[in-house]
């Protein structure tokens, strides 16, 4: 496994995702990756192939939300939240097909989105930025499918809904308390929860399944 990102503590803090990897048995290597520019992703996808012979999966899970409404996003805050997600959707997904276009196994691809996506709902203005980052994520996985399909490739997307994430040294997430109250599950979700639908994605048991959204929310 090869791991992309911009920093390699992870934010919730503890153990790096690599050396978790590697204590458990398994074989992973971080690169700091920022998938913003297409330079960084081919030095991604190029590490794997040269460590592992071959490329797999590939998840798009990389984002930076500006965290302001539509009417206080700066210019640059804008652009990097954008460039951090649907850009590197499509740019990863053709470095794929560039690399892969005559191969036997071809790789399957899963894009992180967002409920907000999809809906509008009752949420505050405060979102709408992000609400147009994650649908783009979206449209670009589902534009993405009939440009792959013929190789084989496959784009799909996950859209989950409120997923708890314990941050000791980050302030209290203001949308909990209207997550709770809109999800009638009993609980909330766990990372646990969007890794078991990556896992199904990835896996051989997804077949003819290309720029689906798969939404993983409680029904909240
Ligand atoms: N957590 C939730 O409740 C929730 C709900 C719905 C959708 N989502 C979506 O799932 C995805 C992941 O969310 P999360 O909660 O795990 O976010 P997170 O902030 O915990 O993790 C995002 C990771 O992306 C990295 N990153 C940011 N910009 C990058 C860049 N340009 N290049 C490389 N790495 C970069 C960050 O360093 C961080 O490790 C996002 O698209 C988010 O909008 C999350």
Sequence with gaps: MVIGDVREEPLEGGEC?????????GDALFMRTDVATWRDIDALISAAVDRHGRLDVMVNNAATAS?????DTTPSSGKRSWASTSP??????????????RRSRAPKCAAG?????????SSTRRTIPLRCQQGGRHLSDTA????????????????????????????PDPELENARWRT?????GRPQDIANAAVFLASDRATYMT???????GAG
């Design 17 to 25: 995702t690599a050396q978790l990897i590697a204590r458990r048995g």
């Design 67 to 71: 965290g302001t409404g539509l009417l």
């Design 88 to 101: 590197a959707c499509s740019m990863a997904a053709s470095e794929l097909r560039n690399r892969w276009s």
């Design 113 to 121: 989105s967002s409920i907000w996506g999809r809906r509008w709902g």
């Design 144 to 171: 993405d499918r009939g440009d792959y399909a013929p190789q084989l490739i496959v784009c799909n997307c996950i859209s989950p809904g409120k997923i708890v994430i314990e941050r000791p040294n980050f302030p």
């Design 184 to 188: 009638p599950w009993p609980r909330l």
């Design 211 to 217: 720029g689906s959204n798969l939404v993983v929310d």
